[in-house]
């Protein structure tokens, strides 16, 4: 992996100007002079030539094993380990400093595994006591791991990867993670299952585990979120001005596409990432210069997009909205952290500098079962639309339900028209269980259909569903069939999050604030509370932002997640099940200078 070789030739090429020798030894003018040549040919990238001079000073040195050691390393650099290989068993370890002694052992066993001797390298890599400059970690985990790997080892190779993990950016961070998830991916989902089920929802490797599984193909259950402290605590000392986390960057580009069919959702994201914008204003927060870009809509457009807010010196990179234009800037190189307003294609990992942010069915599926299963629920029924959002609402559903404990004891998918009779029928409810209840995903049109067919067949079951069955507009009219049904939602939508700005009042200003486009608004309003605290987020685990879309965190992969909050239907009217959350908001972040607060460019 290129980090490694990096790092090794930056050690090599320090190591070289320096002129370090072991010990108290005393060298002569020539001898310095001929030592500074051979680390200009390394540092020029004439590694083989470098590798000769080095050889020929060991001839006549008196610390011939320092010059080996770096002749050898320059074979390495070469891409030659063979040709190192008799070097290196010429060179006394015990001569050498204990940085040299470290570099000493990681050529070994890189040569080892060149040789097809992992046994070798795998004693090497694990020996303790072992000195390690820190610039070296990176290269012996990969050793470790290939060695591991070829001993047959794959869990020990991926633990060892995600150990990796912490130390990598970029590309070789990308490929460390795929290596790791298709190790894992080897033990087949049974093995995988079986270690999952022993392991504390705090054990590193579990959320490994759950990747590796979802790219088999199996439904995976997420323990909900731990949402322990909000960010943005007010640090103690002067003034108490400093918050702690927020790291705001100086220029921020925002990609949506402008036209086409994604234009209005993209206009909604839009003006609640500008209200939000506006409202840290009102509350003297810092604020980045914001640029807006128009993504296109399509592959091409988000990366010239992207290309063109790097060029103009962006910070951070918000957006695109588009899953292709997510999939096309995961694939290149990142010079620039990304937020994704979605998730790629191929549901991956996040890419190399990323972070994803969506408002996925899958969470509010999840959340659901937790939900049932709190309440006591221990089977479940389905029933869901056609539409692809109510579908992976409910895979979601019914894998955390089980990994909850819970038994799924019968789906359906609602046919086209108004009757629904066939299908309720078909999951025999009138012998449910006394702990049973109902989980729903629909458009509030079909939800109003179903509620009162259920009550005609004498079905009394509690019954859940997300965020799609309420129009997000009060109709007591409408919505009184809908009474007693539970449903997660945005926060904002029912004033229920403490330090934002007020959803009638949004809604009185802007259309797009207004009923089943609010969300986007209140996504785009998380959008921009999300930047200054991104880094933070992912590096403190229960950590949380108190956001309009719900609380808001991230795992280790970057990919932030909701919680959201629960509503009922009663006497027609959606209101939250317990009133306000409230929890602690970062409102007020440290005084900026006027200076710092730019206006943002329009698209």
């Not at 590694?47 to 020929?56: I, R, S």
């Not at 993209?266 to 128009?294: C, K, L, M």
């Not at 056609?386 to 004891?409: P, T």
Request: aromatic share 6%.
């Amino acid at each position: 992996m290129r980090t490694f070789r990096l790092a090794g030739l930056g050690l090599l090429l320090a190591l070289g100007f320096a002129g370090c020798a072991p010990g108290p030894a005393v060298r002569s003018p020539a001898e310095t002079a001929e030592a500074a040549r051979a680390a200009e040919l390394a540092r020029q990238g004439r590694f083989d030539e470098a590798a000769q001079a080095y050889q020929a000073l060991a001839a006549g040195s008196a610390v011939p094993d320092h010059y080996l050691l770096q002749a050898a390393e320059s074979y390495r650099e070469e891409g030659a380990i063979a040709r190192a290989a008799p070097l290196l068993e010429q060179i006394h370890g015990e001569r050498l400093t204990d940085d040299e002694r470290a570099r000493y052992v990681l050529l070994r066993a890189e040569a080892a595994l060149a040789r097809n001797d992992p046994a070798t390298a795998l004693k090497l890599t694990t020996q303790p006591g072992l000195n390690l400059p820190a610039a070296l970690r990176p290269r012996l985990l990969e050793l470790r791991a290939r060695a591991q790997e070829a001993t047959h080892d794959d869990w020990a190779a991926a633990q060892t990867r995600v150990a990796l993990d912490a130390e990598l950016k970029g590309i070789d961070q990308t490929q460390n993670r795929k290596q790791a998830i298709a190790l894992l991916s080897r033990l087949g989902a049974p093995a995988l299952r079986q270690r999952a089920a022993a392991m504390p929802p705090d054990d590193p490797m579990l959320p490994w585990v759950n990747e590796a599984l979802a790219a088999l193909g199996e439904p995976v259950g997420h323990a909900q979120a731990t949402l322990g402290a909000p960010v943005g605590t007010l640090l103690p000392g002067a003034g108490a001005n400093v918050r702690e986390g927020f790291q705001m960057p100086a220029r921020i580009a925002l990609l949506l596409p402008a036209s086409g069919p994604f234009a209005e959702p993209a206009q909604a994201i839009r003006e609640g990432f500008f209200a939000a914008y506006a409202d840290d204003a009102r509350n003297h927060v810092p604020r980045g210069e914001v640029r807006v870009y128009d993504s296109g809509g399509d592959a091409a457009g988000a990366l010239k997009a992207y290309r063109q807010a790097v060029a103009d010196g962006a910070r951070l990179v918000i957006g695109p909205l588009v899953r292709g234009e997510v999939s096309a800037l995961f694939g290149q190189p990142l010079p620039v952290p990304l937020l994704a307003l979605n998730h790629p294609d191929d549901r991956g990992l996040p890419a190399n500098g990323a972070s994803e942010f969506g408002l996925l069915p899958e969470t509010e599926g999840a959340q659901a079962a937790d939900h049932l299963a709190e309440r006591g629920v221990h089977t479940a029924y389905t029933i869901v639309a056609a539409a692809d959002f109510a579908q992976r609402a409910a895979h979601a559903f019914g894998a955390e339900f089980e990994a909850r404990g819970g038994h799924l004891a019968g789906t359906v998918t609602l046919p086209a028209g108004v009757n629904y009779a066939a299908a309720i029928g078909s999951l025999h409810l009138d012998g449910a269980a006394t702990d049973a209840g109902i989980f729903i995903s629909m458009r509030p049109q079909e939800a109003r259909l179903l509620l009162p067919q259920l009550r005609l067949a004498r079905v009394t079951l509690p019954v859940v569903g997300t965020s799609h069955i309420w129009t997000g507009v009060d109709d007591p009219g409408a919505d009184a069939d809908l009474n007693d049904v539970e449903f997660c939602d945005a926060p904002w939508l029912f004033d229920a999050q403490p330090g934002l700005p007020e959803h009638a009042r949004m809604a009185a200003l802007l259309p797009s604030a207004r009923g089943t486009s609010a969300r986007l608004f209140a996504f785009g309003m998380d959008a921009w509370k999300l930047a200054p605290y991104l880094d933070w987020l992912r590096a403190h685990p229960g950590s949380y932002l108190p956001g309009a879309s719900g609380q808001l965190t991230a795992d280790p992969f970057g990919r932030v997640r909701r919680v959201l909050i629960w509503a009922r239907f009663s006497d027609g009217l959606a209101r939250p099940l317990s009133g306000s959350l409230e929890l602690d908001v970062p409102a007020a972040a440290p005084p900026a200078p006027a200076a710092a607060a730019s206006a943002p460019v329009p698209p």
